[in-house]
């Protein structure tokens, strides 16, 4: 069992390296996207109206596609993706790609046809002339909402059949499309460059998802019968209740951020974008890579196996998020300042940034656990669970956004969200001890915490005392602090775990000669 275990680790590590250097690409892309939109655009009303458009786009997305990838689709494809049965899973796949682009194609016309009373409804906080502007993005964006789905269900049978290359480079070139619209279309559509390049970002992805299953005989199939759809839809109603939920959640933050500034949902958005770089390169590129494995486990009864393998999946999420949460926090200023402090976002348009990636970096930990375990419920076939648990954590959101929002404004809407990833992960965490049983889990946990809390108040101690004796340019000085502070606590603390023998450190170090020796 231990030489089982050892064999086992490095092929989730490398399944999930993949699958983070994918997301590590696409993530850094959109960063480097927000700072041209920031350079060329600014924090303009028009990028507000973008941002919500954007969100709708994303919202429709996970309804549709996102959350079955996960939940249905992948552990159902997986049951065909031996030899003998892959005539049978394409069948599948092209069975369900025509079902979900007839659903997409109507939602499309909907929003079309309503994109104005849809717009006077979401963005309320909005001018009249605001509410216009935000209604032509709907209508502009909407059709990328089939070349996402498309490219998603092509997405969930590479993951089936652990073709894990083609994934991390649909990842990597969503964000191309805005990189080359809106330095080349700014001057002449202003902030409407944003939606040429999010059809432009989406056809890019297509293109590469469908390279990665074009030999797998795909045709249009309306034969609606097949049993495995039976199963794919009893798994994903639960899971389209708690997105449908979540949607209106996401949806609700918007409308509240309307009425806190024009420009709150660009600032929430650009702080978003940070977080979900630790989120993208760590938490889901460990669970996408765990998720087969786990589903597998289950369906052999190996239970053992299973608890070991999800365990390894939460401790090695903690070690790589709780650092980057605390660096998020302390080095905000900074962070911010760097990236998106230039051309036409001026330094209070910076300085409400790195206060909302604060907020948002307290929750960051406890979304990261979140994608482990409830994947691990999904790898039992149990939507269910994640599905009420998603439901209660959207209600401690909207109780705690309504009570903090006059107070606090935009920062009471983005604490509010910290406070449902944490509920949430409270949640989860009980469930699955009791469905799983005893992880050794939360003594690494443990010992992890403390390191960070020590690391996180000497990075602190050093950004204020060093931040008054450099006596350069705010960028330089900004560069420095990152690289002096960011860098030397991360060394520190990967230090000090090794120095407290957690097997993760280690891991780390063999990922590292293993990356040095190819």
Do not use: C
């Not at 040429?196 to 390279?211: D, E, K, P, R, W």
């Not at 502070?485 to 991360?490: H, L, N, Q, R, T």
């Amino acid at each position: 069992m231990a030489h089982e275990q050892t064999e086992a680790t490095p092929g989730l590590a490398h399944s999930a390296a993949l699958l983070a250097f994918g997301n590590v690409s696409s993530r850094g892309l959109g960063m480097v996207r927000d700072m041209v939109i920031a350079y060329f655009l600014g924090a303009s009303v028009g990028v507000a109206s973008f941002v919500l458009a954007n969100r709708l786009l994303r919202l429709l997305y996970d309804l549709l596609i996102g959350g079955m990838l996960s939940a249905a689709l992948v552990p159902v494809f997986g049951e065909y993706t031996s030899k003998e049965q892959q005539p049978e899973l394409w069948r599948l796949v092209s069975i369900v790609f025509t079902i979900l682009s007839l659903i997409v194609t109507a939602l499309i016309l909907l929003i079309e046809l309503f994109a104005v009373p849809l717009a006077r409804l979401l963005a309320s906080g909005q001018a009249p002339a605001q509410q216009l502007v935000t209604a032509h993005f709907f209508r502009l964006m909407a059709p990328a909402a089939l070349l996402l789905t498309a490219s998603g269900v092509f997405t969930a049978t590479l993951y089936a059949l652990k073709r894990f290359h083609y994934p991390a480079l649909i990842t990597a070139v969503y964000n191309l499309g805005i990189l080359i619209a809106v330095p080349l279309l700014a001057g002449k559509l202003d902030a409407f460059s944003l939606a040429v390049g999010v059809l432009t970002g989406a056809f890019f992805q297509l293109s590469i998802a469908y390279s990665g299953v074009r030999h797998g005989h795909l045709r249009l199939n309306f034969s609606w019968h097949h049993p495995a759809l039976r199963r794919i839809i009893f798994l994903y109603l639960p899971v389209a209740v708690s997105l449908l939920v979540g949607m209106g959640q996401g949806l609700f933050d918007g409308y509240l951020a309307t009425f806190t500034g024009d420009s709150s949902l660009v600032y929430m958005a650009n702080a978003t974008t940070l977080v979900q770089l630790p989120l993208g390169l760590i938490a889901m590129a460990v669970a996408n890579a765990a998720l087969p494995s786990l589903a597998g486990l289950h369906t052999a009864g190996e239970k053992a196996a299973y608890g070991d393998t999800l365990s390894r999946s939460v401790r090695f999420v903690l070690y790589l998020t709780l650092p980057a949460a605390m660096l998020l926090f302390v080095l905000a200023p900074q962070l911010i300042g760097l990236i998106y402090q230039h051309g036409r976002y001026v330094a209070k348009d910076a300085w409400q940034t790195a206060w909302a990636l604060r907020g948002y970096s307290l929750g960051l930990t406890f979304a990261a656990l979140d994608w482990q375990l409830n994947y691990a419920f999904y790898a039992q076939q149990d939507t269910h669970t994640p599905t009420i648990v998603g439901i209660i954590a959207v209600a401690v959101y909207v109780v705690i956004a309504l009570w903090l929002m006059k107070p606090l404004g935009m920062l009471g809407l983005v604490l509010a969200d910290s406070s449902k990833h944490f509920s949430h992960a409270l949640m989860m965490t009980y469930l699955t001890r009791r469905r799983v049983g005893h992880l050794p889990i939360w003594g690494a946990a443990g010992k992890m915490a403390a390191i960070t809390l020590l690391v996180g108040g000497a990075a602190w101690f050093g950004t204020v005392w060093l931040g008054g004796h450099l006596a350069v340019s705010r960028l330089v000085g900004d560069l420095l602090l990152l690289v002096t502070i960011g860098g030397g606590s991360a060394v520190i603390y990967f230090l000090l775990t090794l120095w407290a023998r957690l097997p993760e450190s280690r891991q780390i170090l063999r990922l590292a000669r293993h990356g040095a020796a190819h």
